[in-house]
């Protein structure tokens, strides 16, 4: 079980992990490589599918998986108990973290990564998100899901076979509404279908781009060699987007991060899905991030939540495209 506990100096509810303080081996291999107890199985290699809880979906050809998704043994968010807000003291503010927590299994392959996945596998992962998230977009009182994969120890992945998770709760997370809040203060049309054209009429800070995307280092990137994906229809839910357009994604997503992998090598990296929250009514344009980890936030970035790059986005992204070009 988690609880929502409210931070009130910042209005950011927090997740507090009540059955997670089981797992202290957790922190004990924090400084080691990913994947410290050789005896155990990988649960989520081909074979050891009872290991996990029975899967949600699986997608692929015949008796053969491709993509797979289980809910999470270690769920962040469960259970279906309203969001309402217990005051249990001036500044002691809860509320149940209900909601959904699933894995998704990217491939049953299990020394691979993302960056690997053939044009066809990269997009049945995103159709797969799709499929969940229209799944999730269905359930009373929740109101956001964060789709996210997290590759290598320093971005957070406990397991090296290759996953993401799958978050739904019953609030809007704070990236998410300041992000609305862009969205709105922009005047006249879409932000992000405004950003295609920007950058496109720029030209130097664009990656990749195809009939259904657009991949730039974006002009105010925060991280050095973050990117930012954005499909070129307009659609504010992810779970809305066509087949095909979730297809381009996944090869978008897939081709970035190779591009990554050539200029900075087998470095860990997150992928960040975003879109609208559901039964929401503002613009918003459904987009992912992906932000190496090439450097960690240090006392000043976490003190006064401004980012410092080192690496303009104009220099990352003509360095992304000139390894493109010669793979
Ligand atoms: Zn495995
Ligand atoms: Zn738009
Ligand atoms: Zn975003």
């Known amino acids: 079980m988690s609880q929502l506990r409210l931070d009130p100096l910042t209005g950011r509810w927090i997740v507090i992990s009540l059955d997670r303080a089981d797992r202290p081996t957790d922190f004990a291999h924090r400084q080691l490589a990913v994947e410290a107890d050789p005896d155990r199985p990988c649960p989520f290699c081909p074979g050891h599918e009872e290991s996990t809880p029975p899967a949600l979906e699986t997608y692929g050809p015949r008796g053969d998986w491709l993509v797979r998704v289980v809910p999470n043994r270690f769920p962040a968010f469960s259970g ?185 090598g087998d470095i860990a990296y997150n992928v960040v899905f975003h879109a609208a929250p559901y039964r929401s009514e503002g613009v918003f344009h459904w987009h992912v991030h992906l932000l190496p980890k090439v450097t960690t936030q240090a006392g000043f970035e976490l003190g006064t939540g401004v980012p410092i790059n080192i690496c303009p986005p104009e220099v990352a992204a003509d360095e992304l495209r000139a390894v493109g070009a010669s793979v």
């Open 80 to 264: 279906n108990e309203p969001m309402v807000v217990d005051h249990l003291g001036p500044v002691f503010t809860q509320a149940p973290a209900s909601g959904i927590h699933e894995v998704l299994v990217l491939t049953p392959e299990h020394g691979a990564s993302f960056a690997d996945l053939s044009d066809a596998h990269a997009g049945l992962v995103v159709a797969a998100i799709r499929d969940r998230l229209a799944e999730h977009s269905a359930v009373p009182g929740l109101r956001y899901s964060q789709a996210i994969v997290n590759a290598g120890r320093e971005a957070g992945a406990s397991l090296v076979h290759p996953h993401g998770q799958l978050l739904a709760m019953s609030f809007i997370p704070r990236e998410i509404s300041d992000e609305q809040a862009g969205f709105a203060r922009f005047e006249g049309s879409c932000l992000l279908c405004t950003t295609i054209e920007a950058e496109e009429a720029v030209g130097h800070r664009v990656v990749l781009s195809d009939d259904h995307v657009l991949v730039v280092c974006p002009y105010w990137s925060a991280t050095a060699y973050e990117m930012l994906v954005i499909p070129r229809a307009h659609e504010a839910h992810l779970h809305y987007a066509t087949p095909s357009e979730a297809t381009a994604v996944g090869r978008a997503v897939r081709t970035a991060l190779q591009l990554i992998r050539e200029r900075l």
